[in-house]
């Protein structure tokens, strides 16, 4: 298998607040290097675990400047820059690609339900706005529409630094169709841990991942397996992990990754709202799960 342009295991970066639910820069960046420590090949900033909905356009470049800081060029550093709105995107892609980023993620727009040739129209404004690699972002359970295969394609083949798509679909059809179909160089990436290793088995690249936060060297050795060709032991670490990689979203994301993250001893703050801290229950179980798997001391 080829080595995907921005690596295998890419970490949806959780976005750290301070008690007063500020941006909590030090701390973004010394995240950054607990991620690359633990076999993070690239950095994803202020996408849905990053809490992007909530970190309104001057704090996303402050942060997006810290972690293209605190990174030094050691890894890639993609920031999220989509919206909702064309030309808002188009305007926040131009200033985002000066910071020093390495690409751009942008998202199937929410709300509005473009049908697909609004998709196709969208993206292609937003790729066209920059000099940067481009990834896109599909995830119907959040945006209410699905980009199709078909869509993806031809935003592949028409739009050279169109180079990858986040797929959270979870129809592993259309995923093996936009595979098959995709020109030389197109990575398609998982957007959801629990399907990386079946993504992979259909020639996926890789994952834009959350539960790299807390088990990156077990969720990178499964990955590195797979490549190998070590199948078995892939599933068997892919199976230990999957609790774990459930309990995670036992409510919205971000909100159990920055528990389990304080659990390990690396608070990185709570959530903004509308998102609320989890309940008491839900980290108790959190907890139990986290030690089964290994990820906390028994």
């Known amino acids: 298998m080829a080595e995907p342009r921005f690596g295998r295991m890419l970490t949806a970066m959780v976005t750290p607040f301070t008690p007063e639910l500020e941006l909590d820069l030090p701390r973004a960046q010394a995240l950054v290097e607990r991620l690359l420590a633990s076999g993070t090949d690239g950095l994803i900033v202020c996408g849905t675990t990053g809490e992007s909905p909530t970190v309104f356009y001057p704090q996303k470049i402050e942060l997006f400047r810290a972690v293209v800081e605190a990174a030094k060029g050691r890894a890639p550093v993609i ?87 986040k797929e959270a679909s979870g129809d592993l059809t259309q995923i ?55 199948h078995t032991r892939a599933l068997r670490i892919h199976l230990e992990l999957l609790p774990l990689m459930k309990a995670l979203f036992m409510t919205s994301n971000p909100i159990m990754v920055k528990e389990a993250l304080r659990l ?19 980290t ?15």
């Open 79 to 165: 920031a999220n820059a989509g919206d909702n709105c064309t030309a808002d995107s188009v305007d926040f892609a131009r200033k985002v690609a000066s910071l020093g980023v390495d690409g751009i993620m942008t998202v199937v727009p929410y709300y509005n339900k473009p049908p697909q040739e609004g998709l196709y129209q969208h993206f292609r404004a937003i790729a066209e706005a920059v000099d940067l690699p481009v990834i896109l972002y599909n995830i119907p359970g959040r945006c209410v529409i699905n980009m199709t295969a078909e869509t993806t394609l031809q935003l592949a083949h028409d739009c050279e630094n169109i180079v990858a798509v």
């Open 264 to 282: 390990q001893g690396f608070p990185v703050g709570t959530v903004r709202l509308p998102l609320v801290p989890p309940t008491p229950e839900q």
């Open 284 to 298: 108790v179980e959190l907890e139990r799960i986290m030690r089964h798997v290994g990820t906390l001391p028994v």
């Open 176 to 230: 093996a169709q936009i595979i098959d179909g995709a020109p030389a160089g197109f990575d398609v990436l998982s957007g959801d841990d629990e399907m990386t290793l079946p993504m992979m088995g259909l020639g996926g690249a890789g994952v834009i991942s959350v539960v790299a936060h807390v088990a990156g060297h077990r969720f990178k050795e499964m990955i590195s397996a797979q490549v190998s060709g070590d």
